[in-house]
């Protein structure tokens, strides 16, 4: 169900504003097993009749709606996988790049004992915790934001969001995101598995 103001409704197209006692709603509740009652008001409102429209029944008219607005859920979707790849690429470009500059170091802990596996291990988990930082302040925010909206949103309008409230994207967003960082970090961790120890500690004239 949802809820908004009696003055926004007047405001729309086809209501008087001026009408301030002017109701643009009513809510009817059907006795169970009264399907042939809401037969006959969708006929007589929504089939013969032009002034009144009657939502009947429920299921399909709310999910009529919903398909109407189901566009926006998904181009809302494919910017959050738009600004996923982007992030990911972010952090693929950083941490190559950053490899020439390690050489040297890379080199040395070569030098000092370090397996391949075991520099290519820590590139790897680097790139990950990059990620896993990045969700970390994504959700500050997310927590600083939606309250303030559902504050305002609950103030406004009387709708009470639960921006808290569990849904499994809550576990497998975070999850899949750094896994993809770890995913990108393959590439640089390869370019440091490959460094060649004597050609980088040899000293630079």
Known sequence: MIWIPLAGIQH????????????????????????IAGFQMDMMYNKQGNRLTFAW???????????KIGWFDKVLTLISYLVALVAAGSILASIYNS??????????????????????????ME????AAL???????????????VAGIIRAQ??????????????????????????????????KAYRTDVAENLTPHS
């Open 157 to 190: 309008t009387g709708v009470v969001l639960e921006p808290f409230a569990f849904n499994p994207v809550m576990l497998w967003a975070p999850a899949g995101f750094i896994l993809l960082g770890a995913f990108v970090g393959i590439v640089p961790a390869l």
């Open 99 to 124: 490899m020439n500059e390690r050489r040297r170091e890379l080199a040395i802990l070569r030098a000092l004992g370090a397996r391949r596996t075991t520099v290519f291990s820590a590139i790897i």
């Open 57 to 67: 029944p429920i299921g399909t008219v709310m999910a009529e709606l919903f398909d």
């Open 12 to 35: 729309m197209s086809g209501h008087d504003p001026k009408a301030a006692t002017d109701v643009s709603a009513v809510l009817v509740r059907l006795k169970a097993g009264s399907a």
């Open 127 to 130: 790139s990950a915790a990059i």
């Open 134 to 148: 990045g969700m970390l302040v994504a959700f500050i925010i997310y927590a600083v934001l939606m309250t303030v």
